[in-house]
């Protein structure tokens, strides 16, 4: 069973939370996703948690599932690319164009 770790903008979380599903139920995989949507309300402290939490998802898993609905990748998910890339992650993107 491969694991992948989804990264993508938070905009994008309810996107995120159904393309796990589908990773799972039709390809068999297990995937981890970001928790962020409520980092409005949290304070830096927690925020780096979550961040540092995100990046050990990245290392126990075999690729990393980049969200780029159209087209669209920010900094923190670039930087999330750079981190796989170093780690030699698969890099499977969601868009292709």
Known sequence: ??????????KFFREMQDIAVE??????YCALTPI???KKDMDSAA??????????KIDIADAVYVVNIGGYIGES???ELRYAQAHNKEIIFHETK
Not at 1 to 10: D, E
């Open 1 to 10: 069973m491969k694991v992948v770790t989804l990264c993508g903008s938070m």
């Open 23 to 28: 990773l799972e139920t039709k390809y068999g």
């Open 36 to 38: 962020g949507s409520a």
């Open 47 to 56: 925020i780096e948690k979550l961040s540092k939490a995100h990046y050990k």
């Open 77 to 79: 998910v670039r930087e």
